[in-house]
């Protein structure tokens, strides 16, 4: 299960998968759908259909939370290279060659991906408003869409839970409070 797969490139970034994301596809769609029967009360082709088109988009908002990531590195003067996805998530790949960086560059780069996700998370909020009235797979879609954003590539990014950008904020941070420390910190 330790193969990566390499789907092309986009926006200057490489897009890596491993297996997992398949499995993990599906079980996202399986909940979506059973999501849009208990919560919004859809017919089942309705709730299926709507789950699969909350699927894509959960895996766009990875990739737009990832956008959000290359556009600070790019600002910072060290971009990313690429997307990996690993199972419902992804992480950011930077070139392996980089140096030691300073504490604030890393703290940039992991503000970008919960700043996006969060403008995203109010788009989509706005958009859930809009389509209240109208109901169906657009309301769903954009609700779900919207918390997925909200709950977790803004404020689940930022809970501290081994490997998000909370823990890359918390580390960096923390150095950053200490400067005679970074310079001789390895990464
Ligand atoms: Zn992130």
Redo the contacts with the bound molecule.
């Keep these: 299960m330790n193969k990566t797969f390499k789907l092309g490139s986009i926006a200057g970034l490489k897009l890596l998968a491993k297996p997992t994301v398949l499995p993990s596809i599906l079980l996202v769609w399986l909940l979506y759908s059973l999501l849009g029967r208990k919560v919004f009360k859809l017919k089942p082709e309705q709730a299926i259909l709507g789950g699969l088109l909350a699927t894509l988009l959960h895996w766009f908002n990875e990739f737009w ?2 956008l959000g ?1 290359a556009q600070a590195a790019k600002q910072t003067g060290y971009p990313m290279s690429g997307v990996c996805f690993v199972g419902p998530l992804g992480s ?1 790949l930077y070139p392996p060659d980089e140096p030691t960086l300073p504490p604030h560059i890393h703290v940039r780069r ?1 503000l970008g ?2 700043i996006a996700s969060g403008i995203l998370a109010l788009v989509t909020g706005a958009l859930a408003l809009a389509a209240h009235s109208l109901g169906g797979i657009p309301f769903m879609a954009a609700t779900l869409t919207c918390l997925d954003n909200l709950l977790v590539f803004t404020i689940g ?1 930022f809970l501290p839970l081994g490997f ?2 909370g823990d890359t904020l918390l580390r960096y941070m923390n150095m950053n409070k200490r400067p005679s420390q970074w310079l001789t910190v390895a990464e």
Excluded: K
């Design positions: 939370h990832n990531h950011s992991a991906g919960p990014a998000t950008d």
